[in-house]
């Protein structure tokens, strides 16, 4: 059920993104980065999302500041592995 709700609300926002780069238009949004980690972790577990939201995702990390954030993590991450 709540599969079926979490899939419902990504169709409304797959309409938007058929149409524009981003939910609120052509332009990154404050938005962006809170339906960038929903449709990645939503991706990930394997929900059947429109083919817009992997294009959406895969734009957002190919954005210079998404990648090194990501690098930043990746070099915590193996740092805290250590202790």
Known sequence: MVRED?????????FRLER??????DTFGVADPCLFILARGA?????????????YVARIEARPTVRGAER???LSEASSSQL
């Open 72 to 74: 930043r993590e990746a």
């Open 20 to 25: 524009t780069n981003y939910p609120f238009g």
């Open 6 to 14: 979490i899939l419902q609300r990504f169709g409304l926002l797959a």
């Open 43 to 55: 991706q990930e577990l394997g929900f059947p999302l429109s083919a817009c939201f992997r294009d």
